[in-house]
């Protein structure tokens, strides 16, 4: 079982930057793949990135590319998502996840675990 907790969230401007972190509970943290997802009020769940269980591969959704970077230190069981260059369309609850998946990492039923979200909200 794992249990994670997002933190990090809040409002900013448009063009600012946010850095958001993901604390999981367990020692089995290095073993899974984490990810980030996000849900805007009205809008499914979409893809944000992932990350592998080492940390040498990420994922990125097309829209996030340049602007938002995935980490972990699996030292810490903690997963990051740094986001750059927001946009008001970025305004949505951000989501971790955490899965034994290792190809559909895009997708959110190939997750295990999740947990209960930060808002982020983007000011034009």
């Known amino acids: 079982q794992v249990q994670l907790v997002e933190s990090g969230g809040g409002l900013v401007q448009a063009g600012g930057s946010l850095r958001l972190s993901c604390a999981a509970s367990g020692r089995t943290f290095s073993t899974y793949t984490m990810g980030w997802f996000r849900q805007a009020p009205g809008k499914e769940r979409e893809f944000v990135a992932a990350?592998?269980?080492?940390?040498?591969?990420?994922y990125y959704a097309d829209s996030m590319k340049g602007r938002f970077t995935i980490t972990r230190d699996n030292a810490k069981n903690t997963v990051y998502l740094q986001m750059n260059s927001v946009k008001p369309e970025d305004t949505a609850l951000y989501y971790c996840?955490?899965?034994?998946?290792?190809?559909?990492?895009?997708?959110?039923?190939?997750?295990?675990?999740w947990g209960q979200g930060t808002q982020v909200t983007v000011s034009s």
């Open positions: 990350i592998s269980q080492s940390g040498s591969t990420k």
């Open positions: 996840a955490a899965g034994r998946t290792t190809m559909m990492v895009d997708t959110d039923s190939e997750y295990d675990y």
